[in-house]
Every structure is written in C-alpha cells, then in structure tokens.
C-alpha cells in the first residue's frame, strides 16, 4: 500500500501532469506551424474576427451541430461535458480554499450516468454503431469508471476535505504528502492519471483540435 | 440495418474469394475504368498514402481530419444520399473511417500495436474494392462539412481518397478520357477543334442578332483585355442560352473581354480525382491568360471550374491571376446600373439552385439571386438553400459518369426531386455545367414540370437596351 501510495500518489500524478501538458504542447506547436495548408474555404465564413470568435464559442459552449442533428446523442454528451466543466470548477475552487459539494456530486454524477447513458445510445443506433470502434466505447468506459469509484468514494469512504485539500495543495506546491486513506481515493488518482496520459493521444483533443479546422482550413477566404 | 450491413460484408468476401480463386482479370462493377492496376494495388496504395500524408497542403488536415472525429454522425443526417439509402457505406464518416483504418494501420504507432481496437485495419483488396465504389457514391457536396462540429470536411476526405486512387489508375473512365484529350488530344474535353469553337461562336453571335435584333460580338484573342472569359467547352454545345446571354451582359455592361482561341475549357475533372491533372488543366488556362496578357480572368457561371482555379492557383499555379465568376460580374453590373433588366418579360415562377462548389465552395450565395431577382418576377426559394441546399445529385463529377446513371436518379438525386416538386416553380435557374446536366435528366426521367435553365438565359429576354 505504501508503495502504491508513494507511486500512485506522488510520482505519477507529476508524471501525467506533465505528459498531459507535454504532449498536448507539441501537438498544438505542430498544428500551429505546419506551413501552407490547402485553404479549404467553406461558406458561410463568419463576417470578421468577433464573429468567429462568437461562432466558435457558441459551438463549444452548445454544442449546436450535435444539436441540431441528433438530440439523443447531445443531451448525452452536453451534460457529459457539464459534468467534466463542474469537476474542474469544484477543483479549482477547492485548492483555492472553497469546497462545492453539490458541484462535486453533481459533477461526478454526470461523469457517470451520462457516458452510460451515450454508451447505449452508440449501441443501439445502428448508423452510430458502424462508425464507433471499439476504443469509442473505452473512452466511455474510463470515464464511468472514474465516476463509478467517485461515487463510492464520496459514500462509503467519507473522506475528510481537509485531508484531501492538503494532499492536492501538497502536490500543487511540490512538496507531495502521504496520502492517508482509502484504496478507492487510489484507484481513483490512477484512473485519472492514466486518463491524463492518454488524453493527449486520443480523439478527444477535438477540444484543441476544432480551433484549427476552423480557422486554418474552413475560414481561409480567397 | 446491422443485419443488412452483415450481408453486405459476408457478402463483399465472397465476391473477392471467388475472384482469387478464379485467378481472373478484375472486373469493377461501379463504372468503366481504363488500364487499371491490377497487382500490387495494396503496396501502392500505402505508398501514396504516405506522400499524400507527408505533402506540406494535406499535412495539417488529414492530421486533423483524421484523429479527431467524435464519431457523432451529425454528417449522416446532413447526407442526401445517406437519408435515402440508408446504407452503411454511405455514411459519410464510415467513408471516411476506410482511409482512417488504412493510416492507424500504416501510419501510427498507436494502431500497429492495438489494431482493430484503436480503427485500425490491415488494408485487403476487399478494402480497396469498396473504396472506389463508395467514394464515387458521395459526390463531394460538403453540406455535411457545415454541421460538423470538429469542423471536418468528409468531402475533402473522399477527393484525397478519390486521388490516391488515381494514382492507382482507379477512376471512371469519363475522367481520364476527357482529361487526357483537355492535355494532350486536341486541347478540350469537348473534343472541339478550334476551326469548330470558332464557327460555333459565329453561330452564337447569329442567333443572338436573329432573337433579339441587336449586334453582340464574342471577341476573340484580343491582347491586352481586362478580363479573358472562358466557360465550360460543353457549355458551347449543351448551353447555347446561358453563352448567348453571357455575351449580351458583358457587351451591355461595356466590359473590355475576349475568348482565348488557343484554350478554351475551364473544366478540370481534377478536382474530383487527381491533383497532377488539376495542376495540369489549370496552368494550360493560366498560360492562355499569360499569353493574352488579361487581367483578370472570368470564368463562366461554371462552379466547379471556378473553384478549381481560385482554390488550387496558390498552390499550383505558374502565374497569378485574379478570378472572378461571371455573376459575380454581372450582378455587381446590375447594382451599380450598369445593366438594366427587366422583370416583368419573365412572369414564370422561378427558382435558384446553389451549386456546391459555388456556394458552400466559394460563397457565392447572392450575386446569382440578385440576377434572378432582377431578371425575373417571381422567385421563390428552394427549401433548404444556401448552404443548406441539397447537391444536384451529380456532383463530384459523377454526372459525367454514365454508370451511375441510375444512380444519379434514383438515389443521389432524389432528396433534389422532392426539393423541386414542393417549390412549385416553372423554371430552375442552375449555374453549374455539372448541376444543369444531373437537373435535366432527373426532370426527364421523373417528369417534373419544370424547366432547367442557367442564370444568363434569363437575361436573353429581360436586358434592356
């Protein structure tokens, strides 16, 4: 356990920190400075620097194509990525000294229901199923995975936030401490680290990725 | 649906193990296709895929492209051929998936080691069998392109497709054909020798005199011309309206144009399948502007030409020329009083279909409504329009193809029916060559009470002198 703990938490989580923000660097560097993409202009194009900038945002804040295209399916994955964006503010504002249960709970519930949910959707829609390998189902499964243990934790393990907060403040600070406690809280940190140095090589970089089909392929006028 | 998509598998195996076994000489049921390769295909299409990987304009959206679809289908819903068949090989994004199996395989460490699991698959005859029949069955439209949310181009993906296998000979005999006898045979895919083009344009210039009563000139290698006009060479033959109301607008309009004699067909099937004949084509119009020393360049109410010339001069092209197309031209005339249309001689109910490449490809949305409008009495929209609006049918070239005739008018074509029948107009107005033609065929074959013209007929009886 001891040696779990030292590597689980406080060696990988430096480690997949800092591949996650490795790789997804260089990936960005190499999209950047490709020199001379086809311009491959698709219409309308937003009138002007603003606009583009509204339509983009619009885009990843509604997610107004899977919208209009498919309800199902955006219900699933729009409260998906709510869940994701109220882990992160409920993190953020933790190590900053505030604890949102509700956000957390709320956060972990949608992480965990909502995959599940868009798992059954891509199994069940035949057109879904033939474009879907395998790996789109893991990609769910990793996060159900790390909601399901979320949710255990939070029940049965009861941590203690001011543990918690001081390991998180720990790490942030360089100065890692014992992580007291639970095996889930483990399994926990190593799901999530795994997920961090898989992340950058996966599909789901499309958060990055749009910025770039938009703007450097689809928007270059003639 | 799944269980058709299994037949179609199990039944795709058989068809290739027969063929091996057999040993014999590969037929390919989709269309014609001259001198194709028939050994080493799998060799060679991983080798060109490389090239096309490593080529400095595809580098930065194939790697796009590629690794990043979310796999959502909002491009499905947006297929017109997709939302009729309801089969599997024309989902866009299982198109597309093809060549993405063929790069994890090939080109990523990722799908070497984890195969099938990450999308990637070793690539079979099979593989490339269904290849050329399923990227000819999209026809590049690019209405799913507006609905992706990663911003991905599925169309673009099927031209790359469609290229690498062109360098494996693997294209509608119609394509290579016409493009050699564009580069090398007689100098247009017509088939039109100059003494010919010349006659037909004195011919155009009779006619005009014998319909309208005025004196309209198709000026010819005139050195040193603001603009060189240069059209479709079937244009010539098939739409005689649309070339006769083009010349009466640009004389009207005072412009300072001519015709190059030497080359005279902006078409360049290129771009629906090879990136060395689009090079090709389009430097043979770039040097017949060179050689009259023009300005600009003006290319007829054609999409796909125009595309092709402004799309692929940055990257291809041995001289620099502004492109414009005409309507561009002719509607700006008319906003700025240059020509005077009138209406009231057009009474018909009449309607505007924007072609892909003019449209979603170059965003030349209101120029065409701005002549219609002017030209006609009653326009009515088609539903959906602009960018929304459903492809001829015939798009990607496949109008040229006779193989997929039945196709063209039974699936590719039939969201286009629907759209015509409930507008309720008398005339369609199509700029495209390409659209025109499919428009024609699908009103023949399904008896739709519409005529097809292009946007300049309009202007044979509305242009007031």
Known sequence: MNVAGLVIGAVLPYVAAGLFLFSIAVRIYRWATIRHPLKWSLYPIPDGRSAQLVFMLKEVLSFRAVFHNNRKLWLGSWLFHIGIALIALWFVTFVSGLHLGLALRAGIALITLMPLYLLSVRLINPGLRAVSSPIEYFNLLIFIAIGASGTALLTFGKPDPEAVRGYFLGLLSFHPVPLAGSGLFLCILALSEFFMIYFPNSRMLHMVSKYFTYDKISWESH | ?465
């Not at chain 2, 037909?200 to 603001?226: C, N, S, W, Y």
């Not at chain 2, 109301?245 to 629906?272: C, E, P, V």
């Not at chain 2, 409504?369 to 009515?380: D, E, L, N, Y």
Request: overall charge positive; some cysteine; glycine content about 8%.
């Open chain 2, 1 to 465: 649906m799944p269980q058709t998509a299994k037949k179609e598998e199990t039944k795709m195996r058989n068809n290739d193990k027969q063929t091996t076994e057999k040993k014999q000489k590969r037929s390919y049921p989709f269309y014609a296709i001259e001198n194709p390769i028939e050994h080493d295909r799998i060799p060679v299409f991983i080798k060109t895929m490389g090239t096309v990987l490593r080529d400095e304009k595809y580098r930065l959206l194939l790697d796009l492209y590629l690794n990043t679809c979310a796999s959502c289908n909002s491009c499905a819903e947006q297929c017109h051929l997709y939302q009729v068949t309801h089969e599997r090989k024309d989902l866009p994004a299982y198109r597309s998936n093809m060549l993405r199996a063929v790069y994890r395989k090939y080109f990523t460490r990722g799908g070497r080691l984890l195969g099938r699991l990450v999308g990637a698959k070793e690539l079979h005859e099979e593989d490339i069998d269904a290849m050329i029949e399923s990227f000819y069955r999209c026809t590049m439209c690019r209405r799913c392109a507006v609905e992706c949310p990663m911003g991905i181009d599925n169309a673009l993906l099927t031209r790359i497709g469609r290229c690498i296998l062109g360098e494996l000979n693997l294209a509608p005999k119609n394509f290579t054909v016409s493009s050699a006898q564009e580069l090398k045979g007689i100098g247009n895919t017509s088939g039109i020798p100059k003494e010919a083009f010349m006659d037909t344009l004195d011919f155009l210039q009779d006619e005009i005199k014998d319909m309208t009563g005025h004196k309209v000139e198709f000026p010819r290698d005139k050195v040193g011309a603001e603009y060189m006009f240069i059209a479709p060479v079937s244009d010539y033959i098939m739409e005689a309206d649309t070339l006769m109301g083009t010349a009466m607008a640009l004389q009207a309009a005072g412009t300072d144009w001519t015709i190059g004699t030497s080359f005279y067909d902006a078409i360049n099937y290129g771009l629906f399948y090879s990136d060395g004949v689009t090079s090709d084509v389009l430097n043979r119009l770039l040097t017949e502007a060179q050689r009259l020393k023009v300005k600009k360049i003006l290319i007829g109410e054609c999409g796909h030409a125009t595309k092709t010339a402004k799309l692929f001069m940055d990257v291809f092209g041995k001289y620099r020329f502004p492109v414009r197309n005409v309507m561009e031209y002719t509607a700006e005339a008319v906003k700025d009083g240059r020509l005077k249309l009138d209406p009231e001689v057009n009474q018909e109910t009449v309607t505007y279909h924007d072609p892909c490449n003019l449209g979603r490809g170059l965003g030349i949305y209101e120029a065409p409504r701005a002549i219609v409008r002017a030209a006609t009495k009653h326009f009515v929209e088609l539903q959906p329009n602009r960018e929304r609006n459903y492809c001829c049918g015939g798009g990607g070239g496949s109008v040229t193809v006779p193989d997929l005739y039945d196709f063209r008018m039974n699936l590719a074509g039939a969201k286009k029916v629907e759209q015509i029948k409930s507008s309720g107009a008398k005339y369609i107005a199509a700029p495209c060559a390409n659209c025109k033609k499919q428009l024609k065929e699908l009103v023949e074959y399904h008896k739709l009470p519409v005529t097809v013209v292009g946007v300049h007929d309009l202007l044979i009886k509305s242009l007031v002198y």
